[in-house]
């Protein structure tokens, strides 16, 4: 059920993409909910988690996340978080796979079926990524087939992710461990989309809206 949930968030990316054309404020209040979604969810329920089942020493793997991300924006050019800075038509090859390997990540602490309102958080948060990943391709030189290729491989990643992490031993028997990664991941990604959710620094009421609606939904639900 999980690798079809979160295949389907990218293809609901891409039609909204190819089919909505939406315009960038949209893309940036749907990111803006999603960051405010992930984080909450990655405070209210994963942080819990792996203090219940570790000790104070889970906080070094919380900080290797954050730095893991920070190495992988430098490649990424801060696309997880909605901003593709690059310039041309030509897409990077790089850029593509440090993508991919952090929808990858995302996949593993959803081995087995108990992490719900995780899934639902890297959905949200999947959508509006797949929305930039996908708007910058369909406007760049690449044609609509390798684009659309491109777009399944990344679309593959958190499925693979969530397989490896149920099925392989390593990840089943240092969980705490990954997991913890993955919040430092998780903290860096959704704190940076709130931080940047406004231009220059300026108060943006819709936006912070949005941002309120994320922390909402994710304590309700």
């Known amino acids: 059920m999980n690798i079809i949930v979160l295949f389907i ?14 315009k960038k404020i949209i893309t940036q209040l749907l990111l803006s909910f999603s960051g405010a979604y992930l984080l909450a969810i990655t405070i209210t ?8 089942n570790s000790d104070k020493k889970i906080g070094a793997f919380i900080i290797l996340g954050l730095l893991i991300q920070l190495v992988m924006d430098y490649f990424s050019k801060g696309a997880e978080h909605g901003h ?20 990858f990540t995302e996949g593993i602490p959803l081995a087995g079926n108990e992490h719900h309102k995780l899934l ?78 406004s231009e220059n620094h300026t108060f943006n009421i819709a936006k912070f809206i949005a941002i309120l609606v994320g922390f909402g939904v994710a304590l309700i639900v």
């Open 45 to 52: 329920h994963l942080l819990p988690e792996v203090f219940i």
């Open 84 to 103: 593709i800075h690059i310039h041309g038509n030509k897409f990077p090859i790089i850029l593509f796979i440090s993508l991919c390997l952090h929808a």
């Open 9 to 22: 968030a990218v293809i609901i990316g891409v039609i909204i993409v190819y089919l909505l054309k939406p």
């Open 120 to 197: 639902w958080a890297i959905v949200v948060h999947k959508i509006p990524i797949t929305i930039v990943l996908g708007s910058f391709l369909a406007y760049s030189d690449i044609s609509l087939i390798k684009s659309l290729s491109l777009l399944l491989v990344f679309g593959l990643m958190s499925p693979l992710g969530s397989l490896i992490g149920t099925n392989f031993t390593f990840f089943i028997e240092y969980k705490t461990e990954v997991t913890a990664i993955i919040i430092g991941i998780f903290l860096h990604i959704s704190t940076i989309i709130i931080f940047e959710s």
